[in-house]
């Protein structure tokens, strides 16, 4: 007998006995007492005990199941009929396939490959469960003489009629109207058929597609510059003479994505004798893509010299989209064709659950989620203690305000002020203090509406949630699989692995492992949802 902890949604059972030599049917039958979720419908994973999903034919005596596994369950359990007559009763067999679906009696269906068209089946299959997005979409009235509007409702009503599907489907009409639109994606190879395409080309033609189609301000739904679109503050400083001044600019870039630079100086023109910088997890690859080097004119020293550009986001979306940089162009001269080749790298780079973007923003942006986090810190800290053991604080210092030098001269509050008196109002109240809490400073109505204007919430953390993540296979980006994996709802351990129209279920960790450093599926594309607070 062992004890193991079994995860089920939210609902975690621990010390749950296991009989290793008993058949896996009385293991699933004890699960089922717990979480009346029926035998047939349990799916069970245990890293580390067995791989992917538990067998019901499985000698349980062979798995090193340790004591306090951590054994994952997904299923729906049986709905418990109250005894009001009132209540009406849904059998599953009269419920719709997009119902069966979104309650997990059945997985949802995805499109089938029609010739290497994988790099848009994997990305779509992402889009898909963006809710802000696909309402945007459904804004949208059909323009047969605008390309983008049109294939903009083509891929609406290919979703929806996607969600609705019993088996999977083929996305005729969508492939064609693609490839008509935009003739790179109806290329053919040497031996005929249609060739691979690159999943991050096609993010890249989405999103160019969705800011021309979608409105740029909508009463009923977000524009493609507040769902997925970049802003940028920028400083460039001449390094090769300080006489030179800064230039301090915003970008004028239309940007959807953040690049994760894996390898610095791979593929590009600095210098092949300087070392490589080398990121090991994704912020320090965004980190390495913001700060670079450029060429451009310097009026002091009249020649082009070398520059240092560095970059901080001035203006957040609600989703994010991060591109590891795994391939670049390499040189072949000694080849007859010196044509070159495209390669990828391999190395591992890591990434969490959460992002937090903080670190990446300008101060005006650092400002406000530092003001926000502090407000939530105050309010989850409890008005009281009972506990003796507390030591006690001094009450907070009242924040000085500033008296003005003459009738005609304004003062503003200083909004670090502001941050340092909500920090200390939550501290005392953590710890029990009596001291009054100073009175608020105002805040101007650009600071406090930054993140309303993009269409993010007005008390915004800064922090975003993994909710997809397109994969690639292979050594290069013209060739290998693409492979979508979706998240099955916000904070859940259960996602969709879309490989075209197979259809499968895994957990949070084996999106993780998708790491690279090997041949393995690895992330190439990764999407942030923000976090609500």
């Known amino acids: 007998m062992v004890k193991v902890n079994i995860k089920w949604n939210k609902k975690v059972f621990e010390n749950v006995e296991v009989d290793t030599s008993a058949p896996v049917s009385a293991f699933k039958t004890v699960i089922f007492g717990l979480t009346n979720v029926p035998s047939e419908r349990q799916k069970l994973m245990a890293k580390g005990a067995w791989p992917g999903t538990l ?67 994997s990305v779509l299959s992402v889009l898909r469960y963006m809710p802000d997005v696909r309402k945007s979409l459904s804004t949208l009235r059909l323009n047969p003489t605008d390309s983008n509007v049109a294939l903009s409702c083509q891929m609406r009503d290919t979703l929806n009629n996607l969600d609705k599907a019993s ?41 160019q597609m969705l800011n021309t189609s979608l409105p740029s301000t909508s009463t009923a739904s977000a524009s ?63 980190v390495l893509n913001m700060e670079g080097n450029i060429e451009k004119n310097s009026e002091i020293l009249q020649r ?102 003459s009738d005609a001269m304004e003062v503003t509050p200083s909004e670090e002020d502001e941050e340092e008196a909500a920090l200390q109002a939550a501290l005392a109240m953590s710890v029990g203090g009596s001291a009054p809490v100073p009175p608020p400073v105002p805040t ?9 204007e993009s269409n993010l919430p007005s008390n915004f953390t800064g922090q975003y949630e993994l909710m997809g993540v397109v994969t690639h296979k292979g050594r290069s980006a013209d060739s290998g699989h693409y492979i979508g994996w979706v998240r099955k709802k916000e904070g859940s351990d259960e996602w969709f692995k879309f490989d075209d129209d197979v ?5 949070t960790q084996a999106i993780l492992d998708l790491k690279g450093g090997g041949d393995w599926h690895t992330a190439y594309l990764n999407f942030y949802k923000f976090k609500e607070n």
């Open 167 to 207: 088996e999977k489907m083929p996305p005729f009409g969508l492939v064609q109207m693609l490839r008509n639109a935009f003739p790179q994606y109806a290329q053919q190879g040497p031996q005929g058929g249609y060739m691979q395409q690159d999943a991050e080309e096609f993010y890249n033609t989405l999103t």
């Open 503 to 507: 259809v499968t279920e895994v957990d």
């Open 304 to 405: 082009n010299a070398l520059w240092k550009k560095h970059q901080k986001i001035s203006k957040l979306p609600r989703f994010i989209c991060v591109q590891f940089m795994r391939f670049f162009w390499k040189p072949t001269p000694d080849n007859r064709d010196h044509a070159g080749v495209k390669c990828k790298i391999l190395r591992p780079v890591s990434y969490n659950e959460t992002f937090d973007v903080y670190s990446l923003c300008n101060e005006k942006l650092q400002k406000q989620i530092r003001t926000n986090k502090a407000i939530k810190l105050k309010a989850t800290m409890p008005t009281s203690s009972s506990s003796s053991d507390v030591p006690p604080v001094p009450a907070p210092a009242p924040v000085p305000v500033p008296t003005p030098v």
């Open 55 to 121: 067998k019901d034919d499985a000698n349980m005596s062979l798995f090193p199941i340790k004591i306090n596994h951590q054994v994952m369950l997904m299923g729906t359990a049986d709905a418990i009929v109250p005894s009001s007559a009132s209540v009406k009763i849904v059998f599953v067999e009269d419920m719709s396939e997009a119902d069966k679906a979104a309650s997990g009696e059945a997985l949802p269906q995805g499109f089938v490959n029609l010739g290497n068209t994988c790099y848009m089946n």
């Open 224 to 286: 493609a510059q507040d769902l997925l679109q970049f802003e940028f503050d920028e400083t460039i400083e001449c390094v090769e003479t300080a006489d030179e001044p800064v230039v301090q600019k915003q970008s004028s870039d239309k940007v959807f994505k953040l690049v994760c630079n894996i390898q610095g100086n791979v593929g590009n023109s600095e210098s092949s004798n300087s070392a490589p910088k080398i990121a090991n997890t994704m912020l320090d690859g965004i």
């Open 444 to 452: 101007t109505t650009s600071v406090s509406n930054i993140f309303t």
